[in-house]
């Protein structure tokens, strides 16, 4: 083939050609190796003159690789660089890319930013890898799925308290990176990233550190920028600190505390310095000297999160109840792999426009959504009993005996029946579809049995015994009848009927003899017996079906009836003890048929929740792991990760609670929609997570929606409508509606009563906690004994639970002065909570700290010392020793000293007044303080002391009288009065 | 007057009517371009008329209206040897010609050898007659020239050679950027396989998507670059370089699932190996 006419080449290149002529030239060049090399050559050569800025000419194109990352989306483009989204094959995660402009000095930048990869943080967003790409250092960060702060704050409305929650978690970020010696030099609102959850993350740390703004002569964004650094001094992680303080400013008050119309101008506003600052730690923060400023990042993190730690309560974590419930639906999954075999095989066996149409008349608010998921995961189904079909017949082929071929006909005959479930469930949905059934609908096509039941392995028991050809067409309607029965269930009204019918199918089993359909009977009965009410019954059916099973030698029907066991124990029965013993029993089963990953991951979902119920976390936090890390079905993955943010949650995790919380949420609304009771239950957790982090707003709301859904999915008699009632009284009664908390707890208490339910401790501990806050102390007193009762009788006796009743009742007796009741009851409380958590931890001091306050309250100060002395040691050991908690536990202990005339009672209020002087700190607690400090001033300095006493117990009064919402503090400020005018 | 020079078309030409205005025109801007030469309208419509005849495809009336009229009065009178035109020529296209070189290779000796070739071929001829007569009259006798120039000086460097497809297989051969061991299996069983379904599935895009690949990807055009040969936005481009990368890889994956049958499971991941290895993969098709 000749090559192109040099003059047809040329006129190609300036345009002159016919538009056949460029077709005919185009052809040849997809042809010819050397003209389009050619015509490239001339494309390099003639737009060289006409280069462009390189600066600007960079385009990042999908699919084009920097590195080893292959882009996907340019995500923005900025004046210093383009952030795009990659894949890194490597990893097979996806990441953010930063290509930064050339004029960002590559040399130290990389080194900066290989300091930063080594640094691995939670608030911090990770930086993976650093490299070149057409001349222009490229960043390879986490890719993460928030908003900035700038954003965040613009979305909704944020309260002080949710924001402050954002900016502690973005000074350990930055305090964590300053720790590694790296300054961040451009802290701004752009730079926080909030979400997915409430993680946060400070991202780009020195990216800016290198590029001289034109304009101002220095680095950074000038709003943001230290009055150092504008002298010309180097960033430093003061200047830092001066930056962050801006933004928190900021984001707190809405505007930045510097504005100005010119550069010339905000310099020099910033140099005159902020007047009007609200609050110490800002004050501190944005001091004009860096050496006035926190001494760090840590101690600015550490006072911001003190300003809002809430006053000491118990909240009755209502989660620990609810990971029963909700892993109680867990579903089945199935394995796959694909072929050819007609596609009407399976499709025949159900009519997508029925379903629709049947949906369509039904009228249900969510019926058009149920029956695109419904359609969809029948359509996915089909597809998967497809691929085992073929793979079925392939195996046979290559195996080629007749051994082989008996494993085929039994699978072949055991996809039937699964054919036979696809099409039993499609008829329901499209014939009768009530309320009960169109709820459930998009459950029940997701937990179709498992295709894994066709397994080789798994149809054993049916080629070791042959069906005689005669008692075929029997056990056929059997397994049809089967299959209807399992699908009839979805029908609310028709549970009752199915277990029947399911018995009744047993006992046609048991007639004809053959042992392989007598198991399948027995196993469906089993199954369906575990979601009924009566739990004795599903025992003793469970045991049946084990019975059935071995004897048919259906080994994988063993163990799916002992995988079916321990999730009824677990999650249903709430025996956490006997499933974790019979566990072993039924990890033997499974681990015989060759650990299939569908039981192998339920059974380590149940295991976990049983753990977790008996407190043990570790465990728990294990086998949810691994059962985590098997699942390959979106849902239960969801599932699990709910149980897995209440592990969190209860370790104190509460950051990646709410975040694995809330993706999994979403992962449930996308698999089964909006309106689903599962979401319900799983946002039963999420509520109690809200309300552990002190967002009552959030938790209320999660709970509002929880048992709307849970009462419309599952109606008022289930057991986690009452646990849903459970919570929402709890979180009314914080700050919400205390008669309507009375009314929901009470009826939660009676109804998990009649279910012998472990958690209605938790509703009467809620119960009892409103009641004493209301002052009725008899009510609380009963709510409270009656738990503690609860506590001790209970199968799995919680050392915990006993601790919190008996702390409470005398915590109670000594708000009605009953001085001894209350310390009989704290005595006792003593040692188990010491027992539970060791002395240094906050329940073992809140208990010490009773004790002492009783004695206190007895005038018994010499007995008191010792336990003031203990609660002062273990919190500088929970807290440290720079803490409003110790402060709170010295003023106690001063009083006591004090009281019982030890003039070192002094030195420890003052140890306490340096502790409020540098921390947020509650008037109430720092007017005890002062009032003490009067009092003990007054006592020992003698005539010399007493003006100072007067002029503590004038600022005591004050403090006292600052909230005009507490009683208590008013009541305070009445006594310090009356101590002032007796002695001016 | 231009019919006088010709033998063929003569109906097609005499039924433009404004033929008069068109050639008075030229004439203008001939004598604007090329103020130290004596012009000769006989010259002129020769050649014109030559290229008439010989760009038999195009409509007359299209050859006649687009015609580089100085740029081919230039190259008429330095194929008929006139000293004044060939000094115009060394002048005025020689030295940006040098200029635009550069880009091809760095060695100024390389340049001058390949440039002073090209002067000798087009206006000299060495043994064949100068090149310069086969000047058409289409394109810009500027991109003539440089065409002319690029392939001569690509011929010089020999870049053909060391284009050559290698009988390695380069996925193969590959230091894999990926390390996963159970990537690096998949790409071992299914070397041959994807190879085929890549190569069946470039086969299967539009001739310009697979031009602007291999442009892209072998010899490295940027988008500018593409957008600058093609007379669009780069935007434009941009889009054709993703648009077609996107198409291969789905047209693969579509060959690895119905012809190669390459379980589902695994497919994705030979996909992202593919992908991955997309511009190795474009380069080792050889045409």
Redesign the interface.
């Known amino acids: 083939m000749a090559c192109l006419d040099d003059d047809v080449v040329a006129a190609y290149v300036d345009g002159a050609l016919t538009v056949g002529q460029v077709t005919a030239v185009e052809t040849h060049l997809a042809m010819c190796d050397t003209c389009r090399k050619d015509v490239s050559a001339l494309a390099v050569v003639q737009t060289m003159s006409a280069q462009a800025d390189p600066a600007d000419a960079l385009e990042l194109i999908p699919g084009d690789r920097i590195g080893r990352y292959v882009l996907s989306a340019e995500r923005a483009r900025g004046a210093m660089s383009i952030v795009a989204v990659a894949a890194d094959p490597e990893l097979g995660r996806d990441i953010a890319i930063k290509v930064l402009r050339p004029e960002l000095s590559a040399h130290l930048l990389r080194a900066e930013a290989r300091v930063m990869a080594k640094l691995s943080h939670p608030n911090v967003v990770a930086v993976h890898d650093v490299g070149e790409h057409a001349g222009r250092v490229y960043v390879a960060m986490e890719l993460v799925d928030g908003v900035d702060l700038r954003r965040w704050l613009a979305v909704e409305p944020r309260s002080r308290r949710d924001i402050i929650a954002v900016m502690v978690e973005a000074a350990k970020g930055v305090a964590a990176a300053h720790d590694k010696g790296i300054v961040h030099r451009d802290i701004k609102p752009e730079n926080v990233l909030c979400g997915p959850g409430d993680r946060v993350r400070v991202t780009d740390f020195g990216l800016a550190s290198y590029a001289v703004d034109a304009a101002t002569g220095v680095t950074g964004t000038p709003r943001y920028l230290a009055p150092e650094l504008w002298a010309g001094q180097p960033a430093t992680a003061k200047s830092d600190q001066w930056s962050f303080c801006v933004t928190l400013y900021e984001a707190l008050t809405g505007k930045p505390p510097f504005e100005a119309d010119s550069v010339a101008a905000l310099r020099a506003a910033i140099e005159r310095g902020a007047t009007n600052v609200p609050g110490q730690i800002l004050q501190r923060g944005l001091a004009k000297d860096p050496a006035q400023r926190w001494a760090s990042m840590h101690e600015l993190a550490a006072a911001l999160s003190a300003s809002q730690r809430p006053r000491k309560t118990w909240l009755v974590g209502g989660a620990l109840a609810l990971l029963g419930v909700v892993a109680f639906f867990a579903m089945k999954r199935r394995p796959e792999n694909p072929c050819e075999v007609p596609a009407s095989l399976i499709d025949n066996a159900w009519n997508r426009s029925a379903i629709d149409a049947a949906f369509a008349a039904s009228n249900r608010p969510s019926a058009a959504d149920g029956a695109r998921r419904v359609d969809e995961n029948l359509d996915a189904y089909g597809k998967k009993w497809r691929t085992a079909r073929i793979e079925s017949c392939r195996d046979a082929r290559v195996d080629g005996t007749a051994a082989g071929h008996a494993v085929y006909e039994a699978r072949t005959r055991c996809l039937d029946r699964r054919r036979n479930d696809l099409e039993a469930l499609a008829r329901l949905l499209s014939t009768a579809p009530d309320a009960s059934v169109i709820d459930h609908a998009v459950e029940a096509s997701l937990a179709l049995p498992s295709l894994a039941t066709c397994d080789p392995t798994a149809v054993q028991a049916e080629v070791i015994q042959p069906l005689d050809a005669a008692l075929q067409p029997r056990v056929d309607a059997i397994d049809r009848e089967l299959a209807a029965t399992r699908a009839m269930v979805l029908k609310e009204s028709a549970a009752d009927e199915a277990i029947k019918k399911a018995r009744a199918l047993v006992a046609d089993a048991r007639a004809i003899g053959y042992s392989p359909v007598i198991a399948r009977a027995a196993k469906l009965l089993a199954h369906l017996s575990t979601e009924a009410t009566d739990q004795d019954a599903a025992e003793h059916d469970l045991d049946e079906a084990l019975v059935a099973t071995a004897a048919a030698h259906d080994d994988r029907g063993t163990a799916e009836v002992w995988t079916d066991r321990i999730v009824f124990l677990a999650m249903t029965r709430g025996a956490p003890q006997r499933a974790m013993e019979l566990a072993v029993a039924a990890d033997a089963a499974v681990v015989r048929v060759g650990s299939p990953a569908d039981l192998l991951t339920r059974l380590q979902h149940a295991r976990g929740v049983a753990a977790f119920e008996r407190d043990d976390n570790a465990h728990a936090v294990t086998y949810l792991t691994s059962a985590r890390d098997h699942e390959t079905d979106p849902l239960d993955r969801a599932a699990i990760d709910i149980a897995l943010g209440s592990v969190e949650m209860r370790l104190g995790h509460l950051p990646e609670a709410h975040e694995r919380m809330t993706t999994a949420i979403a992962a449930m609304e996308k698999q089964l929609g909006p309106q689903h009771h599962q979401i319900g239950l799983a946002l039963m957790s999420l509520g109690s997570l809200e309300s552990d982090m002190g967002n009552y707003p959030a938790a209320r709301k999660a709970f509002v929606r929880s048992i709307d859904l849970i009462r419309k999915g599952l109606g008022e008699q289930h057991v986690a409508y009452a646990l849903a009632l459970s919570n929402l009284g709890m979180v009314e009664s914080r700050g919400g509606d205390a008669a309507k908390a009375r009314e929901y707890l009470t009826e939660a208490i009676t109804r998990l009563g009649a279910l012998h339910h472990r958690d209605e401790y938790m509703a009467l501990a809620n119960l009892g906690n409103l009641e004493r806050r209301l002052g009725n102390t008899d009510a609380a007193n009963a709510a409270w004994n009656r738990a503690l009762k609860l506590a001790r009788d209970a199968h799995d006796a919680s050392t915990e639970r006993v601790e919190r009743a008996l702390y409470s009742l005398g915590a109670i007796a000594s708000d009605a002065d009953q001085l001894d009741t209350a310390m009989a009851a704290f005595q006792e409380a003593l040692p188990l909570a010491i027992a539970e958590h060791g002395e240094n931890h906050l329940r073992s001091i809140e208990v010490i700290d009773s004790i002492g306050l009783v004695y206190l309250q007895k005038d018994q100060c010499a007995r008191a010392v010792p336990f003031m002395n203990r609660a002062v040691a273990a919190s500088v050991a929970v807290y440290g020793a720079d803490d409003p908690n110790v402060a709170r536990s010295l003023s106690t202990l001063g009083e006591c000293m004090m009281k019982s005339g030890d003039r070192a009672a002094i030195a420890q209020l003052e140890r306490a007044l340096a502790i409020y002087d540098t921390h947020p700190v509650l008037p109430a607690d720092n007017g005890y303080l002062h009032w003490v400090l009067a009092q003990a001033t007054w006592k020992f300095d003698g005539a010399k002391g007493h003006a100072r006493a007067i002029e503590y117990a004038t600022k005591a009064r004050d403090l006292y009288n600052a909230d005009p919402n507490d009683a208590y503090a008013l009541g305070m400020a009445r006594d310090v009065d009356r101590w002032l005018v007796g002695k001016r | 007057m231009l019919l006088a020079h010709l033998d063929v078309r003569r109906d097609e030409v005499s039924a433009i009517s404004d033929l008069r205005a068109v050639l008075d025109a030229q004439h203008t801007a001939i004598a604007e371009a090329l103020p130290t030469l004596e012009l000769s309208d006989e010259l002129y419509l020769t050649h014109l008329a030559h290229r008439v005849t010989q760009r038999a495809?195009?409509p007359a009336d299209?050859v006649i209206r687009?015609m580089h009229a100085a740029d081919l009065y230039l190259a008429a009178a330095c194929a008929e040897g006139e000293p004044a035109a060939i000094a115009v020529f060394e002048a005025t296209l020689v030295p940006p010609l040098r200029?635009?070189?550069t880009?091809?290779s760095a060695a100024s000796s390389t340049l001058d050898e390949s440039v002073q070739r090209v002067v000798i071929m087009v206006l000299v001829g060495d043994g064949k007659p100068p090149?310069i007569a086969?000047?058409?009259g289409?394109?810009?006798l500027t991109?003539?020239?440089?065409?002319?120039a690029?392939?001569t000086t690509?011929r010089m460097l020999g870049?053909?050679q060391s284009?050559a497809t290698t009988d390695d297989d380069e996925i193969a051969a590959l230091p894999s950027?990926?390390?996963?061991p159970e990537?690096e299996l998949l790409r071992v069983r299914y070397r041959d396989t994807v190879r085929a379904a890549f190569a069946a599935a470039f086969a299967s895009l539009e001739?310009?998507e697979?031009?602007v690949l291999?442009?892209y990807h072998i010899?490295?055009?940027?988008?500018?670059?593409?957008a600058?040969?093609y007379?669009v936005n780069?935007a434009t481009t941009?889009r054709w370089?993703?648009g077609a990368?996107?198409a291969v890889?789905k047209a693969t994956r579509d060959q690895l699932v119905t012809a190669a049958?390459v379980?589902?499971?695994e497919v994705d991941s030979v996909i992202?190996?593919v992908?991955?290895q997309?511009?190795l993969s474009v380069r080792d098709l050889?045409?």
């Open positions: 495809d195009e299209r687009t200029r635009a070189l880009k091809l090149q086969g000047y058409s289409r394109g810009t991109s003539w020239l440089r065409t002319i690029v392939r690509r870049t053909e284009q950027a990926v390390r996963d990537l001739t310009r697979r031009n291999r442009q010899d490295g055009l940027t988008i500018d670059q593409l600058a040969l007379r780069r941009a370089v993703a990368r996107l890889v049958g379980p589902a499971g992202r190996l992908r991955s997309l511009e050889a045409v």
